[in-house]
């Protein structure tokens, strides 16, 4: 990691400059190669990657990266592919506050 980034939080942040300075077709590139788990932490990380990844419009690279993980149930007609990642990936129940140990 570059040094100016190393103790830089916020809007100066390496991967605000990312979510920025990069085009979007090679960041949606990039993202088809995570797990879903990834995308739904990466969508927590700025506004900007929440936006981008929460969209509608994204729903292709969510689909590519429920690829990658093999033995997955197939998504239930109810859910959108970001509320099947948090119910898949997230450590908290929706029905109980309590989280999983």
């Known amino acids: ?6 103790k ?4 100066l942040g390496l991967l605000e ?3 920025k300075d990069v ?3 090679v960041i949606f590139e990039i993202f088809c190669y995570l797990d879903p788990g ?13 936006g ?4 509608k419009s994204s729903e292709a ?3 590519a990266a429920r690829a990658n993980v093999e033995g997955l149930p197939p998504r239930p007609d109810d859910l959108n592919e ?4 948090r119910l898949l990936y997230d450590a908290y129940c929706y029905v109980s506050p309590i989280p999983w140990s």
Request: charge should be positive.
């Open 17 to 19: 400059r990312l979510a």
């Open 8 to 11: 830089v939080r916020g809007k």
């Open 52 to 55: 981008m990844l929460m969209s």
């Open 82 to 85: 970001p509320q099947y990642a």
């Open 38 to 50: 990834d995308l739904l932490r990466l969508a927590r990380t700025s506004k900007d990657l929440r």
């Open 61 to 63: 690279i969510w689909c």
């Open 1 to 6: 990691m570059p040094k100016q980034f190393r």
């Open 23 to 25: 085009p979007l077709d």
